[in-house]
């Protein structure tokens, strides 16, 4: 059972995981280097424990507590009471879910490890937009993509915003780094994969036509909100698929193209 404790000093060392909550730079360099991520609202908190990641800590406001009191009893992580006031002054932000934990990061498998048993994976250049990363994440839990790929650039999937916006589902499906881009898209092409990139250009197939869902291996490649995939991933690529648009819309959202894009390589696929 954990110790419920009550804090009044914003200053307290104990809560030092979630300081400065707002600061972009400063939790990026913090929480990969430390080892923790946060995780927000009770929905999220009880995911992130379903998927076996250990608590550090938990932040709560009084009115939370017995939201929360069969996670108190059951972790031996330390429990923090405070007020909405102190929470704010230590988070930078009024927390309006009134519920944080301080989780334990996992070792990230290796890219050859997760291809092994995967058939439909994404493949992520430089998304740095923590929102987009977290939509894409739930998105590919929801649609049934196996497994996320990651360019060293892309945003951490485990910073908060991330873990938000995909409600979790950063928790369901496995992802790795792949440390060398573009060269270790060769790995993916040698594990099976057909290298798919999407892109808006003319010369793009449609996903109608080029019918990714009755392929055995689909990589689906997919870019940063506005530039897309850099011109070394497009060589890099076994062919350009695109979305069919109308009305003279020329391209959507990255989250929401990669939904579109999920559904149609994961619909009706071979079992």
């Not at 994404?122 to 998105?139: K, L």
């Not at 485990?158 to 409600?167: A, E, F």
């Not at 076994?238 to 020329?250: L, N, Q, S, T």
């Amino acid at each position: 059972m954990a110790d419920l404790l009550t804090i009044d000093d914003p200053d307290d060392p104990r809560l030092r995981d979630y300081t400065g909550l707002t600061d972009v730079e400063l939790r990026r360099r913090r929480e990969p280097a430390e080892g923790l991520f946060i995780a927000e609202g009770e929905k999220v908190i009880r995911r992130a424990r379903q998927a076996g990641y250990e608590m550090r800590s938990m932040l709560l406001s009084a009115k939370w507590v017995d939201v929360m009191r069969d996670v108190i009893d059951e972790v031996p992580a330390p429990v923090y009471a405070v007020s909405p006031d102190l929470a704010e002054q230590v988070t930078g932000y009024h927390v309006h879910r009134g519920a944080l934990a301080s989780m334990q990061r996992k070792p990230l498998p290796g890219a050859a490890e997760l291809l092994t048993t995967a058939r439909r994976v994404v493949v992520m250049e430089s998304v740095n937009d923590h929102t987009n990363i977290g939509a894409i994440f739930r998105s590919a839990a929801a649609l049934g993509m196996d497994a996320v790929l990651l360019s060293p650039d892309c945003a951490d999937p485990l910073y908060r915003r991330s873990v938000k916006v995909s409600m979790g589902a950063v928790f369901s499906v496995p992802y790795a780094r792949l440390e060398s881009w573009p060269g270790d898209l060769e790995t993916v092409r040698e594990a099976g994969f057909t290298l798919l990139a999407l892109t808006p250009a003319d010369k793009a197939r449609s996903l109608d036509d080029v019918a990714p869902h009755t392929m055995d291996r689909v990589a689906l490649m997919l870019g940063a909100e506005g530039d897309g995939l850099s011109r070394r991933a497009l060589v890099a690529a076994d062919e350009w698929v695109r979305i069919p648009m109308a009305h003279g819309v020329d391209s959507l959202n990255v989250g929401a193209a990669a939904a579109v894009s999920f559904y149609a390589v994961t619909t009706g696929r071979p079992a």
